[in-house]
């Protein structure tokens, strides 16, 4: 091997295997070693995304279709299969499958574009991540690759007859996978160092008989030299050649030189080795003639159409792959291993008996690394659940590079983009420079980052890697990704559109969770304040337009639960208060209030800034009861709704749904004995409510020394449950529902000059187009408010004590206290992934494969959201974005189990919260 003077990489873990996951953590954290330089963050899906669009008209599905990924060069980054990247993504790696059969080498998920699915776009393959250590020490996923013809035709025509009411037509449907006529192709990782990656690829024939395979690790660069620009990212062509013994060489300008190990046939024969260039196929594409003789596609040439001379004969290129063949018998398995490294970390003998040794180490020290994250009295089916969506959260990481101004200006060396552009998508946002790895809600069907799916991916992120998810938080509210007017970045198809505001909580949350009381990082605390408060006053600016402490105006992240679009501007003389958009608000004051006190713990002059927002809040409170006159409380309904004014008419929108609930969300706690030692914080509050006696109401005292600040009076918070906590209204048996099942019998119906406008009760997909019919919140169960209401009780509990009780369920003679409905809820969430007497998993539907196939029955999907009636996922299948938050659930019932086993040994506990005061313990 053309190595010059070696190294031997480390192989031995740590004798105490715990501490080995923990160790790397703490080097990279400490700057002393880089082992989250190399990941999985290559995309699932680069193509169809808004940063390949230079399209006049935004239509990016039909811009850039998967027909052309397989030819042309990406602009702005990489896709692979189950693939693996540094953190710049200039050098790649994945596995490529071919059956023998198919029209197209496998090089990348298939799936349904927006216009071609009939609930929006969908991936349409079977994959799943099962294990990642937070440095990616250790990985493994599952992709199944079917034996037979994939059915790319079928799965399109089908879907596209479908309508609205259909439910989607899925690759299981077509019966590919029957009779086990598939490849189980697994995929790992392990790191022998910072740069030194094995890499083990597993093919098991799961059919009754010997079927053809082949396969073609490959490694490539991504395109960063035909673009015309030069500096960051940009440089001289890097080169991938051959080694004399077979070896592949990858020389690039900033990375160094890597190279690839490939492992022999049984009888010692080295596979091909196959070059090209990673540039477009223009003749094919775009019937004008190719800069390169050797093209991206080429590797789809030389297998499928035994074109030799497609692949580049001197064997150099930017893009090249071994190429195995082989007939592998029923049941039998065909086994490769690779190895990627730095030559600095040059192992003396690559693929020897030290690889299967490392991977040993690995596996193990995750199998310890979990062993000390997870809670000991979990059951085996929740643990493994769980392991699971923290393996979905780590393998979401992904680089994303978007720079908007050189995107709105296209590259030198390319045609000029129309002009229309510029009048187009994110214009105004020309500032955004991201060129990072970043969390994604779902790596196929949201290949981007979402403002608040990234705060509550942080708040898991944090229990297994602190450090990056408090990174992470930062990143976003840098000057580089937040406007200048103090907005966050929505995501790539409107950067300017509204989310709800999270973040605060967020950075909050994971505050509290990464470090005891007394040992917390402030540094990060007073960072994450100083942008929070130019967030804060965008919000105030530019979505309370009159001024009145009402917020309206965006979706809000709640998509189509409304009667209409509240993103879209409203008629002449219309004026609309959402409830849910100014319960957010009051939502991110509390939580500005507690950082700022936590603060002013230490520093006095975070007191005025406490006061402020203490003050902010009363005065969204007050308003949400004086709109109109009467609010948006509805006295006769018991539950608060939207509201507007028409031509100085005032009605409410008499939806039960997530909206009048969200008011929940607001509400916090404070310690009377904290407020004694903030002197100023406390003078200027007692004045406040003495002089202001009728705003003064949403503040309550206990006999305990606690101070209530809560959108909801007892009263309403009683009869906001009651819908809340009825099997017939919103409580699912799999937790909350985004809308009443009350409303299938009595839609509500708005007819108007503009038209009818109307809203049913849909516990599926979403059977209307607004906001692209992908996603839908009429019904269904989500995950993120969920966990949201779920703290709120908590909190609740806290102040009022043992004695608010609630019927739950309603009608059911069962009266809780508010922590005993909070983790009732949780239970019901958790049940989604875990088998019933069936063995069937509700998350997956019908399907008994996953209950009764072994090959099947320990995989787990973390879908968008959740039918509201059979708990059936539904939207994006690997949304661990957010629905990773099961895992904090999990916590929640394990710490109430182990209290309640105390409490029957005699030793009474108080029970546990999400939540947390000081005196409570740490999160």
Known sequence: MAVNGGKLSTRKSDSNPVAAELRRLDEANRLEKDWRRWGPYLPERQWATVREDYSPDGTCWEYFPHDHARSRAYRWGEDGLLGFCDR?????????????????????????????????????????YLDATPTHSYQKALYKCPQAEFPYAALVEENRRRGKQDPEFEITDTGIFDDGRYFDVLVEYAKGGPNDILIRITATNRGPESAVLHLLPTIWFRNTWTWGRNGDG??????????????????????GRFFLAVSPYPDGQLPPLLFTENETNCARLFQTPNSSRFVKDAFHEYVIHSRRQAVNPDQYGTKAAAHYVQEISAGGVLSVSLRLFHESEAPSNPLGGEFAEIFADRIRE?????????????????????????????????????????????????????????????????HLHCRDVLAMPDKWEYPWFAA???????????????????????????????????????????????????????????????????????????????????????????????????FAGGFLGLDNISLFDRSMQLPPGLTYAQADGTAWMAFYCLTMLAISLELAREDAAYEDIASKFFEHYVAIADAMNQFGGDGLWDETDGFFYDAGQFHGHFRRVPVRSMVGIVPLFAVEILENEVIERLPSFKKRMEWFLRHRPEIAGTVKDNDRGHRLLAIASREQLHRVLRYVL???????????????????????????????????????????????????????VWFPLNYLLIEALERYHYFYGDDFRVECPAGSGRTMNLAEAAEEVAARLTRLFLPNGDGQRPCHGPDTRFAKDPHWRDLTLFHEYFHGDTGRGCGAS??????????????????????????????????????????????
């Open 88 to 128: 710049k993504c200039r050098l790649a790696f994945a596995p490529a499958l071919w059956n023998g059969k198919d029209p197209i080498l496998k090089e990348r998920l298939f799936g349904l574009t927006n216009g071609e699915g009939n609930h929006g776009e969908d991936v349409k393959e079977c994959y799943f």
């Open 234 to 255: 940009f440089g001289d062509k890097p080169r991938i050649s051959r080694a004399s013994d077979g070896t592949l060489i990858a020389e690039h300008p900033s990375l």
């Open 366 to 430: 995750a199998d310890e690394f979990y062993r000390a994250k997870l809670p000991s009295n979990l059951a085996e089916e929740e643990q493994r659940v769980a392991r699971q969506a923290y393996a979905g959260l780590l393998w979401s990481k992904q680089f994303y590079e978007y720079v908007v101004k050189d995107w709105l200006a296209g590259d030198p060396a390319q045609p000029a983009p129309p002009a229309d552009r510029l009048a187009g998508r994110n214009r105004e946002w020309t």
């Open 452 to 550: 608040w799916d990234h705060a509550f991916q942080m708040v898991t992120l944090a229990q297994v890697d602190p450090q990056l998810a408090k990174e992470q938080l930062i990143l976003l509210l840098r000057e580089w990704y937040m406007h200048p007017s103090g907005a966050l970045p929505a995501h790539e198809f409107g950067l300017p559109d509204v989310n709800p505001p999270v973040h605060a909580w967020a950075c909050w949350r994971v505050y509290k969770m990464t470090g005891r009381h007394g040992k917390r990082d402030r540094l990060f605390l007073e960072r994450v304040l100083q942008k929070l408060l130019i967030n804060f006053t965008w919000w105030v600016n530019r979505k309370d337009v009159n001024g009145k402490n009402l």
């Open 726 to 780: 009825d099997e017939r209204e919103v409580l699912s048996p799999f937790g909350i529902r985004a809308l009443s099942r009350i409303h299938q019998d009595h839609p509500v119906i708005a007819r108007t000059r503009w038209g009818e406008f109307r809203v049913d009760y849909e516990p599926g997909e979403s059977t209307t187009s607004l906001f692209g019919g992908n996603s839908n919140w009429r019904g269904p």
């Open 878 to 923: 690997h949304q661990t974005g957010w629905t990773a938050l099961v895992t904090r659930l999990f916590h929640k019932l394990s710490s109430n189990r182990s209290r309640a086993v105390a409490a029957t040994g005699g030793h009474s506990r108080q029970r546990g919260h999400f939540w947390s005061h000081e005196k409570n313990a740490d999160e």
